[in-house]
Structures are given as C-alpha cells and as structure tokens.
C-alpha cells in the first residue's frame, strides 16, 4: 500500500510514500512524518492508493503518523478546489495549512484546561491567566493571548488543569424582524439544506437576517463560517454579530501575526471558535462542527484570491457547503450576475428585500460633469447643507493617488512604468507609482523625449480630491480612506467615525463594501465614468454594483439621504438605472446571453511572459481556443504578456482545452505560464 503526501517541497506536487496495512483510510488528512532528501519533514497524508507514482524502487516508507489535522471532508474540499482551478493539491494544502505545523511535531489535539481551584495568584500573569481561564478554555486561546514559556510552566506546575469543554449558554439580544425579514429566515430555516441568495438593497437589514441563522446554528452546538470582502469590514461586522448573538466572534485576515493566525486556525478547528469571521484565507480552515457558511456582499471582486494561487473564494464556498452538507447564504444589494443567473435556473433560492428599515432609499441626482472643475455647483452647495446640519459627506473617487496621468502636452509622451508599460500615477510626494507592480519612479521635471516641454498630469485620485476639499473647508476634518493608508491607520480612522460629526470623508472602493455609516447624509461620486473605460467585459456590472453601493452608503437611520453622480454621460443606461435599479442587471444578463459571456459561457484565460509572440499550431478540434494576443493589461516584468482565452459552454470541455494547451506550454521552459478560471480577463 502506498500513500500520497502534501508538504512544503520544490517540485509542489504530492510525493509517493510507503505505508503498512496499520494506515487506513482514516488516516487521511492526519500529520505524518515522511523521510525526503537527507531529513524528515511533517506533511499531511492526502490518499492512499495501490499503485506508486514513481519508480517503486525509489520509494521510501512513511516515518511515523503524528497526530489528526484535517478531517476527510476538507481534504476532499482541497482536492476538488485544486481540480476545478487545475492547481496543485500540494499548494492549496500548503496555502491553507500554518507554516509552524510543518515545522514542529508538537501535538495538536484539542486541549482544554482551568485554572486549580487551589492556585493563589502571585504574579501578574498568572492573574491575567486566571481570569481569562475562569471557565473551560481551549489551549489556542491560551497560547493567542499569553507567551507558551508561561502557559505550559502553568500546565506542569498545574496551575492549570485539564477539563472538559463547556458550552456557552446563548443569550441572544436579536433585533425584531420586520414582516419580510421574518418571511426570508423563516423560509431558510425550512429548507436550511442548500444555498439561499438574498437580493436585499443597502440598508434593508440583511445582517439581522444573518445573526437570526447564527443564533439557530449555535443553538444546534454548530460552528458557523462568516465571509465579507475586506480585512477593513471585520471588526464592523464582528461587532455587531457580537452585539446580537451575545458571543464571542473569532476574526482571521492576513494581517494577522503568524501566532494570531495560527491560534486563530486550531480555535476553529477545536470547536472553540463558534463564530469564524474573516476574509477569503478563512474558507480554507478546518472545522469541527460547521453548521452555516454566510457569505456577505457576495458579488465583491475581493473575494478572488490571485495571489499565489488563483480561485473565487464565493464560489468555493458553495462547494465547500455541498461538501459539509451545509446550507450556505448569499448576501447583496448587487448580486452577481452568475449567482442571479443561478436562481433563474433554480440552483439557488432567491429572496428579496425591496426596502429599507426605518428610512427611504437615498434621492439620486445626476449631474453632468465639467472638464473644468473638480466639483459641480450642485455638489458643493450640498456638502455645505450637510455640514452644517451636523452630518457627514463621502465623497467617492475611484482612482488613489493625486491624478491619474502625467504627460507631455507638446509630442504627446506619457508616463509609463518600464516594467509593465502601465500608466504610472502620480502621487502627492511627487513620485510616480506603478499600481501594478507596486513600483516606484521619480518624476521628472521636462519630458524626457523631446525635452523641450514641462510635464502636465490630469485626472484626480483621492490624495487631490482630500487636499481640495480641505481647502474649500479649512474649519471641517477631511479623512481620506484608501490602500495608501497602513493598516493601523485605516483602523483607527474607521473607529473615530462613530463620533465624527461634520466631517468629509473622501474614499476609494474599500468604502463601498457594506459600511454601515450612520452619520453620512449625502453621498458625491467624482468621475463617475472611469469604470465604463476597460478592457473587461465586467466593467458595466462593477461599475453599476459600484454606484449602487456607493449610494447605500448615506440615509441609513431616520433621515433619507442624497447622492450627486457627477458623469460625462447622464443619459447612459446604467447611470439612469441606478434610481430603478432592479431591471438592469436582467438588461446585462440579456447582453451577455447574446454574446455568449459567462454565464451563459465558461471561459478561462491562459497568461505568458515571452519576447515575441508564442507559435503554437492549434488542432480543428480546439477552435473554441483563442489567441495569443496582447493581454489588455500590458506587460509584466519587463516582457509583453500573451494571452489565450478558452471558452466553452461546457466546464468539462473547458477544462480539456485549457489542460491541454498549458501542457503544451509548459514544454517551453522560457515561458513564464499562469492561468485563471472564470477570470475577470484583467489579472
């Protein structure tokens, strides 16, 4: 008998083992010990299978069976994760397991401990541990929030002492449901199996929805799995989860630190996270007893995971609810138009909320914008209204960054990053930014092709519009929210908004992702119509679920609230939708039918780095591949980046054509070969 490992190896691929008739099927997903090169290294043991892989001779037996991590239904998850994007089983095992766990054999079985009746706290940690473990707490807790040296000198001093779990009693604190509200949890509680989408418009009250399910799902002493789009949407969230269940919400994102993140991981995999909320990193941990995944603001583009592996962490969630045999809810004002499309055909329960609670749906007005000045006469007198009636105003820019553009105005030369030929951005200490590579470049004072003109630049990004805005109201805080900003500083800044009255806030698309901004009573959207201007064949749909939750931002208490959209186009389709927006994306279903865009197509894109065009000789048979051509996005590394888009109407079709050109491809080993599934065209 043999069996097929996952570890930390060059070759990211599974490596063939020996095994005895004592490993059984019920090892599968267990850490095991495993001899490779001149040493031993922990891996997970995937499958067990009858035949080597490799040369028999070359096989070496299995060292030892460590301890169980994963349970067969999360190998059986990252198995067909890994088939679906045509990835590696290793890579995806090693994305989604801790780098400490194949570094140390140290038991990882649930531990759960007290404190001694008989201890006498002295030092200041063990009165810190004293009062944290009052009741039965699982060893990770321990470990997150004290340093191990103390905690394991309390276990063997036994000042902490082992003890059995205890479920918490569920105090819920639940809001009223509205009558709607009421008919939709309802409805999911009868059905419960399956996945439920529910088009709710900004503010129609989806997340009381969800803490109502959460609430049952802890009652059944089940786990529950919480995914929203952006780190910055965590806290908010988690805090009102917490507030209405009355338990303690786990969080996990990447900017976590690595013992965080790891005791985070064994807290779910224990039991002892009941409620697990995080970014797309999350749907790759194990649980003990998963009961409901919940997937809020599921049309968000975020929710793809590019990097280093490419997969839509929505979708795999509806695979890993199948997998659990678990209901899985879907959460949007804009719904996506695969998961709409989903529920014509009856793939997903569709419920909808048409209205708000407690307040209107905001005014939209549409103003034509003018070259000449940043803001429209409309807009300006209606932050003054707010202001001064004690509110808050967003002002929604798309691009970061000071202006978009820097060029020569007499011979046309524009600045351009030399890496991957994309536009650079200027910023306001003056250097020039590649928002692609992450690149940065001085900015030079004369063109550096002709030589004879000052640089001029054009367009706006957040840095110009927060400066602007600070002028025209010196005596009013302007706070700027976008990905320039670190981390911590975009944390306290969204915390300080509770008590900001009065204030502009100017923001990028992280302020179009659920935020629940009670203060803000007016909404400005700059430039409007950047996004029509792509390449993707999803522009029209961002763009529009874009405004949309941009306008849902303002009037979400008592009082409705306005929107001014400045636009070059105010008559296009998607503009004037946006105050009857419930047709249009049936109007862009329709288009991409005719088209024949996904859904109505699978397409997957293949992407390569090379000097010159690839010359690839393509069999009658596989006519639905298409290219290479230049990839919309330009360069990478300094060479031009080729693309092949397959489409078919059949996944598995789809899936033989794209295996069989990155075979094909991969032969080359001058080229630099990466591709997506159901991609968005634009990496």
Known sequence: ??????????????????????????????????????????????????KPTIDQSKVKPLSNLLDPLYRRETITFYRQLASYYLLSVNEIICLATHTDLFLTDTCTQDQWFCISPTLKPSSITQKKVAKFANQSTCIWSLKQHFAINNIENMIAQEDLIPSEPTAQPIQASLYELSTAQQKITQSILDSWQGVHLIHGVTGSGKTEIYTHLIVHTLKQQQQVLVLVPEIALTQQTANKIADRTQMPVTIIHSNLTKKQKLARIMQARSGAAQILLGTRSALLCEFKTLGLIIVDEEHDSSYRHHSPLFFSAKDMAVLKAHIEKVPIVLGSATPSLESLHNAQQGRYQLYELHHRVHTSMPKIHLVLHEESSMLSPQAKNAIQHTLDTQKNVLVFIGRRGWSNLVYCIKCEWQARCNHCDQILVLHQNHSLQCHQCQLEFKKPVDCPKCQQAELV????????????????????????????QTPTALKDQFASLVQQKSTIIVGTQMMTKGHDLAAVQTVIVIQADQGLYSHDFRAEE???????????????????????????????????????????????????????LPPFQFIAAIYTLAEKTPNILLPDELKYILGPIPCPRGNREGKTCFMWLISNQCRNQRKHHLSWLIRILQQNPKLKTWWQVDTYLCP
């Open 1 to 50: 008998m043999y069996c097929l490992v996952a570890f930390k190896n060059f070759t990211k691929e599974l490596v063939c083992y020996a095994v005895d008739a004592s490993v059984t099927e019920a090892h599968i997903g267990y850490r095991v010990l495993v001899p490779y090169g001149k040493k031993n290294c922990i891996g997970i043991l995937v499958e067990l299978i009858s």
């Open 457 to 484: 630049s054009y367009g706006y990004g957040s840095q110009q519009v927060a400066h602007h805005l600070s002028q025209l109201w010196p005596e009013h805080q302007v706070m700027r929210f976008d990905t320039d």
């Open 542 to 596: 961002s763009l529009y679920a874009e405004m949309v939750q941009t306008s849902g931002r303002c009037g979400r208490r008592q009082q409705p609230g306005e929107v001014w959209i400045q636009t070059k186009n105010p008559n296009h389709p998607l503009f004037q939708s946006i105050q009857t927006p419930r047709s249009y994306p049936l109007s862009l279903l329709e288009k991409r039918k005719q088209y024949l």
